[in-house]
Structures are given as structure tokens and as C-alpha cells.
T-cell receptor, first 114, second 114 residues
Framework: EAGVTQFPSHSVIEKGQTVTLRCDPI?????LYWYRRVMGKEIKFLLH????????ESGMPNNRFLAERTGGTYSTLKVQPAELEDSGVYFC????????????FGPGTRLTVL | GDSVTQMEGPVTLSEEAFLTINCTYT??????LFWYVQYPGEGLQLLLK?????DKGSNKGFEATYRKETTSFHLEKGSVQVSDSAVYFC?????????????FGQGTILTVHP
């Protein structure tokens, strides 16, 4: 069974540009999460989807970030326009219905904003 | 709010040395506790977990005991190997109104030399 996959693995963009990160959860997992680790600090929660609905988006830093999960399968996280402080590693995770405590993480996307 | 504090490191050890990485958590509610590991170039992997007080999680020679009286969940291994070199993250899961949010510590880099 394939694990959580993320694309791209690394993205380098200029300040002010737009970047879209993609996450494919484990097949059949209703729950999908986004997290971010900035500057070697703690990994912080961004948001949680249940199927295509946003269950909790309390961690989204501002309105430059837009997450979608159309059809309840893969998800995208768009940053527009990107700022220097958005640099970091963005992790996606998924879990089965009813088991939000056991989350399986992807390898992450390293975003560098210059 | 919920938080997790772990020793920052980096920690450098010789092979076969004893390892302790300290982790403490805020005592709100009855969280589940986790240790995740990130090997170089890979994503986060669940190493072990404990769901209630006095539970001991164990995996790959690593152990951690859920201590409610000291609000701690320290990671230990009796004899580390070079292959244990990685970043270790302590995390808590509150559930309830926090839905699927994991709260992480800042990570501890472990380097094991031959």
C-alpha cells in the first residue's frame, strides 16, 4: 500500500510568487492534515480535512494560504503571494475515519522563498 | 494552550551509549503522547505511543513511559546505533474539541558516531 505522497519535494520561488503544494493521502483515508515546520522550530498544525470539508483550519497563518480537497481525495495548499517567512517544510498526513490520533505522514515539501 | 517541550540538542553520542531525550507536556485533559522520528531524507514516522498514564510505548529498542505526575514522556534507548541518527519529535494529541491536531515539540537532532 502506497504511503502519503507529496509533490514537489522541494520548491524554490521568489517572494511574491505563487506556489501550490500537493498531497495524496493513503487511499481510503478520510482525514487529511497539513502541518508546517519553519526554521527548525516545532512542527505546527495548519488544518484538518474530513473528506472534502475543513474540520479545523485554526492553524492557517493568514489569508495568503488556501487549502482545498476537492472530491475528498488529494489536497492542495496554495500560497499566494509567498513571503520570506513562509519558507519551511510542509508536511501532509492522513488517517482513517474515526482515528485522528494515528496519523501517517508524507516526506514533506521543502519550500524556500527568496 | 497545549504545548510540548523537549530538550533541544543536538545530542551527539557514541555507538552503544545510553540515550535519553526529555519531553514534557501541558497537563490539560488526558492527551495521548507520541514520539515521531524523521530519518535523513525521509518523512515523519511514528516511533511509539502511549494513550494513558503509566502506559509504556516501545519500538525498535526505544521506550517511553507516560508519567502523569511529572507530565513527562522521556524517550530512552539502552544502546544506540549509527542508524538511529535522526530528528526525534515528541507530540501530544488532545482529541475532543482539538479534533485531529497534533502538537509537537521542537525536535531533537541525534547524531550517533561509530
Amino acid at each position: 500500500e502506497a504511503g502519503v505522497t507529496q509533490f514537489p519535494s522541494h520548491s524554490v520561488i521568489e517572494k511574491g510568487q505563487t506556489v501550490t503544494l500537493r498531497c495524496d493521502p493513503i487511499s481510503g483515508h478520510d482525514n487529511l492534515y497539513w502541518y508546517r515546520r519553519v526554521m527548525g522550530k516545532e512542527i505546527k498544525f495548519l488544518l484538518h480535512f474530513v473528506k472534502e470539508s475543513k474540520q479545523d483550519e485554526s492553524g492557517m497563518p493568514n489569508n495568503r494560504f488556501l487549502a482545498e480537497r476537492t472530491g475528498g481525495t488529494y489536497s492542495t495548499l496554495k500560497v499566494q503571494p509567498a513571503e520570506l517567512e513562509d519558507s519551511g517544510v510542509y508536511f501532509c498526513a492522513s488517517s482513517v475515519r474515526g482515528r485522528t490520533d494515528t496519523q501517517y505522514f508524507g516526506p514533506g515539501t521543502r519550500l524556500t522563498v527568496l | 494552550g497545549d504545548s510540548v517541550t523537549q530538550m533541544e540538542g543536538p545530542v551527539t553520542l557514541s555507538e552503544e551509549a545510553f540515550l535519553t531525550i526529555n519531553c514534557t507536556y501541558t497537563a490539560t485533559g488526558y492527551p495521548s503522547l507520541f514520539w515521531y522520528v524523521q530519518y535523513p531524507g525521509e518523512g515523519l514516522q511514528l516511533l511509539l505511543k502511549a494513550t494513558k498514564a503509566d502506559d509504556k510505548g516501545s519500538n525498535k529498542g526505544f521506550e517511553a513511559t507516560y508519567r502523569k505526575e511529572t507530565t513527562s514522556f522521556h524517550l530512552e534507548k539502552g544502546s544506540v546505533q549509527v542508524s538511529d541518527s535522526a530528528v526525534y519529535f515528541c507530540a501530544r494529541f488532545a482529541g475532543g474539541t482539538s479534533y485531529g491536531k497534533l502538537t509537537f515539540g521542537q525536535g531533537t537532532i541525534l547524531t550517533v558516531h561509530p
